[in-house]
């Protein structure tokens, strides 16, 4: 069983950076695989972030990519996503997720965190 639980969600200014945080319970964090989704209201959940549980291989959404970065550490239990050059259109809840396996992540997640909203305002 893993529980997640993000945080660093806040209102930001359009042009801002943002930080966020997902610290993971449990001691076989080092062996998932960890990912970011959002919502954006009356939308459908989408993919933004995903990492390998040594962080070596990293995805992104094509609408995040030279703007988001995610990362790991392993020791503090913790993924992260540094989001830089936000847009109006990153206002969203973001979702914290992992699986075993970096391909499944991005598609259907075992485990959600409970989300943390990013509202981008211009």
């Known amino acids: 069983q893993v529980q997640l639980v993000e945080s660093g969600g806040g209102l930001v200014q359009a042009g801002g950076s943002l930080r966020l945080s997902c610290a993971a319970s449990?001691?076989?964090?080092?062996?998932?695989?960890m990912g970011w989704f959002r919502q954006a209201p009356g939308k459908e959940r989408e993919f933004v972030a995903a990492?390998?549980?040594?962080?070596?291989?990293?995805y992104y959404s094509d609408s995040v990519k030279g703007r988001f970065t995610i990362s790991r550490d392993n020791a503090k239990n913790t993924v992260y996503m540094h989001m830089n050059s936000l847009k109006p259109e990153d206002t969203a809840v973001y979702y914290c997720?992992?699986?075993?396996?970096?391909?499944?992540?991005?598609?259907?997640?075992?485990?959600w965190g409970q989300g943390t909203q990013v509202p981008v305002y211009s």
């Open positions: 997720a992992a699986h075993r396996d970096l391909e499944v992540v991005r598609t259907t997640p075992h485990y």
């Open positions: 449990g001691r076989t964090f080092g062996s998932y695989a």
């Open positions: 990492i390998s549980w040594g962080g070596k291989s990293t």
